[in-house]
């Protein structure tokens, strides 16, 4: 049972690239979120989604993309890849809502250049 | 909205002493209230959530937590640290309203033998 697998773990890319973190559950959870973590911040919410095609936004949305055509995939994509967005990104799953367990996947370490 | 506060970003306790690290949040009506671990380079797990019911909650690795209405409060505590505890943590609040966490910004734990 893999659970929930992100990749790749890490990534070093530089300013103005297209970069994109996968995200992969074997649950079938309905739920699923990126966060991104910083020293000082702890994790901020980038975007979520409900269930596959339903994407909403978090916290700090701007310069991302999500995408969700299959409930066990939601890939993040830095369409244009900034320094300020060097970061560990985290993908997380629940089965239903936020009153459910989220399940973290291991981080991707990003680098912008 | 709803928001988190851990006052301690960093704390230092002996092998076998006890713990509790603090965690105040701002939300209108009854949350629901967690406690993740995150050990280094690893993704988080959660140690324990309240919803309703009953104030005292259990959680794994012999953890537990208090939630306070009158203080906004939901402290984690250990009666005797392990050195394997080390590691950062985090309170997070939801809402029934929002299918998202707000996360604090965390504490990291040091264990000294």
């Known amino acids: 049972d893999a659970g929930i697998t992100q990749s790749p773990r890490y990534k070093i890319t530089e300013t103005g690239r297209q970069v994109t973190l996968m995200c992969h559950q074997t649950?079938?959870?309905?739920?699923m979120f990126w966060y991104r973590q910083d020293l000082g911040h702890g994790l901020r919410l980038i975007y979520y989604?409900?269930?596959?095609?339903?994407?909403d936004k978090g916290e700090v949305p701007d310069g991302y993309v999500v995408s969700r055509s299959k409930t066990e995939n939601f890939p993040l994509t830095l369409e244009s890849a900034t320094r300020s967005q060097t970061s560990v990104y985290f993908c997380?799953?629940?089965?239903?809502?936020?009153?459910?367990?989220?399940?973290f996947g291991p981080g991707t370490r990003l680098t912008v250049l | 909205a709803q928001s988190v506060t851990q006052p301690d970003i960093h704390i230092t306790v002996s092998e076998g002493a006890s713990l509790e690290l603090r965690c105040n949040y701002s939300?209108?009506?009854?949350?629901?209230l967690f406690w993740y671990v995150q050990s280094p380079g690893q993704g988080l797990q959660l140690l324990l959530k309240?919803?309703?019911?009953?104030?005292l909650v259990q959680g794994i690795k012999g953890f537990e937590a208090e939630f306070k209405r009158s203080q906004s409060s939901f402290n984690l505590r250990k009666p005797s640290v392990h050195w394997s505890d080390a590691a950062e943590y985090f309170c997070?609040?939801?809402?029934?309203?929002?299918?998202?966490?707000?996360f604090g910004t965390g504490t990291r734990l040091q264990v000294t033998l």
């Open positions: 997380a799953s629940s089965e239903r809502t936020n009153t459910d367990t989220q399940y």
């Open positions: 649950w079938s959870h309905s739920y």
């Open positions: 989604s409900a269930a596959a095609d339903i994407t």
């Open positions: 939300y209108g009506a009854t949350p629901y």
């Open positions: 309240y919803f309703s019911g009953d104030t």
């Open positions: 997070a609040v939801g809402t029934g309203t929002a299918s998202k966490l707000t």
